[in-house]
């Protein structure tokens, strides 16, 4: 099993130590290419770049599974061992091997962190927190009775489109859903509880106010995209407001906000004509989480591949 720390700053510099192959050697090693012992040492030779590489895109998506994404770039190295030509290709092999290394992984981060809707194909990031997924941006899909922030399309873009609740309850693409209170309040506890998931939640920019230092620590990126009512929009920058599927016996609706000057990631009561941002969630039901298990097994070694059938099925 490959550690989940592999990617830490301490276990890279050990690869770094690791004495390099002279160009005869890595020669002799490339003529014999489909040999796996010539392959573990080629790929031993050069963990260390593939390390970085892979490193550098995990960082961007916070929940990537490290030893996976490390499996997908050694894999793809392995594929340019097998792929390059010793006389004919007009550069180094380790500039080759990484390009595979590169084009892999970000392959898998798209398939396994992006979702494409297919009403209008914007793309979006998702995060996976605790057992939850959600999208990591706010909903900018242009349903009639939505509307960018001031009636401008550039807040449209960064902060997503605002909508009255009516319009937010079937707004989600297929699959996707407007959170529940109970979902929100898992997120929410997830995140450390109220007083704190604000600070840990929003994104570590574009909040004009920014005194408790947002850290974004799961990946959620929640932005200041305001509110809008019939007569103007509100607090863009300062606050987030975020549509809930709950109603309330003494309000409306619920809706979820963090604001700039403060730590707290809190709920207050909303009305249903009033304009606040979408966060959709992922719908989970047993055939889907089914489905992702079989298409696991895809990036699983082959002699773990049934160990971990087993376990699936034993769900």
């Excluded at 992984?105 to 396994?112: D, G, M, P, Q, R």
């Excluded at 998702?126 to 997924?133: C, D, N, R, Y």
């Excluded at 990036?299 to 971990?308: A, H, M, Q, T, Y």
Aim: contains cysteine; hydrophobic residues 35%; aromatic residues 14%.
């Amino acid at each position: 099993m490959i550690d989940e720390h592999i990617l830490s700053e301490e276990m890279i510099a050990k690869y770094k130590d690791i004495p390099r192959l002279t160009k005869e050697e890595e020669r002799h090693l490339l003529e014999n290419k489909n040999d796996p012992a010539a392959q573990k040492k080629l790929v031993d030779a050069y963990m260390y770049y593939i390390l970085r590489v892979v490193r550098g895109h995990a960082r961007q998506q916070k929940d990537a599974h490290a030893p996976t994404l490390v499996e997908q770039g050694t894999n793809a190295f392995i594929n340019a061992i097998e792929h390059y030509e010793t006389r004919g290709h007009g550069f180094k092999f380790i500039s080759y091997a990484i390009m595979w290394v590169k084009q892999a992984t970000l392959k898998y981060i798209y398939e396994n962190h992006y979702f494409t809707d297919k009403r209008d194909r914007k793309m979006y990031r998702t995060v996976k927190i605790g057992e939850q997924v959600w999208m990591a941006q706010n909903l900018a899909y242009n349903a009639k009775g939505s509307k960018c922030y001031d009636d401008d399309e550039n807040n449209g873009i960064k902060y997503g489109r605002l909508y009255d609740w009516d319009t937010a309850m079937k707004s989600c693409p297929d699959g996707w859903h407007l959170p529940s209170m109970e979902e929100w309040q898992t997120l929410i506890d997830f995140a450390g509880g109220t007083k704190v998931a604000g600070k840990k939640l929003r994104a570590t920019d574009d909040w004009v106010y920014d005194e408790e230092k947002s850290t974004d620590d799961f990946g959620f990126a929640a932005l200041p995209g305001g509110w809008a009512d019939a007569w103007a929009s509100y607090y863009l920058g300062e606050g987030g407001f975020w549509h809930s599927s709950s109603t309330f016996p003494k309000a409306d609706i619920l809706v979820y906000t963090a604001m700039c000057r403060f730590s707290v990631f809190g709920v207050m009561n909303g009305v249903k004509n009033a304009m606040y941002s979408i966060r959709c969630i992922k719908n989970v039901n047993e055939e889907e989480t089914f489905k992702t298990a079989e298409l696991c097994l895809e990036f699983v070694p082959e002699n773990l591949k049934e160990e971990v059938k087993n376990a699936t099925e034993a769900k």
